[in-house]
């Protein structure tokens, strides 16, 4: 017997104040979001013979987002603002030219501008299963496995046309600095696209043994692979004191990457041995009336909320680049990583 099944449900909203993407918390700002979820699922089931059922079900999970795409403000570009702006200038090189707009300025209890953040997000899961099962006698045996791949890919827009902050470092008052054209910073950003990805694979076998017409045991034996995340072009980094990277020579003392020695692209090992023992059983003593039941396993899981986005946008992958305090002139270009920095990299397009 097969069966499919397909879910989709997609949503939009206008959100007026986008404080939580960086925007502005005053009217005439508005960005939007919206998204869209789909879900296919599909299973075959089969009879062989008269004891023996074989299940192999397969899904496919699709959610992508566009949160704060900025709307409110945009079209007005800086230089009719008063910026100087281009390369070779002492002032703002903007990176996304189709959505200048009001400039993006915070001050202490406000903030005024074009939406700065926005975070497109397409997230990919696929599921294989499989699973077995067969009586025999008194015993009833099930085997199966499981395969689990999934794609987070990102591209988060992050002040890419700039931002000014007055906090009032100048006179103590933000709004005076303002008047006098003496941001506390400035920050400017170019993040990379970023592409996690992570697999699971999970193998079991079971028997369900009735030993007698009120005793019943259960014992088995799960194996999982829970391999950590990695980025699909190696787009992270971590340290390991007075290790000099081979992949990028010009970072500090203990800053590595995949392909440097003993690194894997996962940064850390998968748990290859991660066998994990089931055994339970159920009694009824006397009439029937009362069950008695005892269990004992051991469960491998991955850390809940611990994924590779925590290394998203680290040097040398789109740092962004703040200006301090003292009177402003915005950086003339925001430089890609060289080997005067880094080392060379290239821009990778946009592939959810």
Known sequence: MMSAYYFLDGWSQNNPYPVGQGGANVPGFNALNSGRAQLLALGDTKTLGSAAVNEFHFSFMRD????????????????????????????????????EGVESVDFNNFSVGTNTNELKQVNNTFQWRDGFSKV???????????????????????????????????????????????????NQSQLQTFYGRNKYTGLY???????????????????DRI????EKYNQIATFEPGRQSVVFPCPPAGNLFPGDPAVPRTIGPPGNLDFAPRLGLAWSPGSGKTSIRASYGIFYTAIEALTIGISSANAPYGPPIPAPHRRFSPPRSLPRPTARTWASTSRFNWRP
């Open 64 to 99: 992508a987002t566009d949160l704060g795409k900025p709307s409110g403000g945009v079209g007005m570009s800086l230089a009719s603002q008063g910026f100087v702006v281009g390369q070779n200038t002492p002032g703002i090189v903007p990176l996304s030219p189709t959505t």
């Open 136 to 186: 025999l006698g008194t015993h009833t045996i099930k085997a199966g496995a499981e395969l689990h791949y999934d794609q987070v890919n990102t591209n988060p827009i992050a002040q890419l046309n700039g931002n000014f902050i007055f906090f009032g470092s100048e006179t103590g008052v933000d709004f005076a600095d303002f008047l006098l054209g003496i941001p506390s910073q400035y």
């Open 205 to 223: 076998a079971q028997d369900s043994w009735r030993v007698t017409k009120n005793l019943t045991l259960n014992y088995g034996l799960r194996w």
């Open 227 to 230: 391999e950590p995340w990695y």
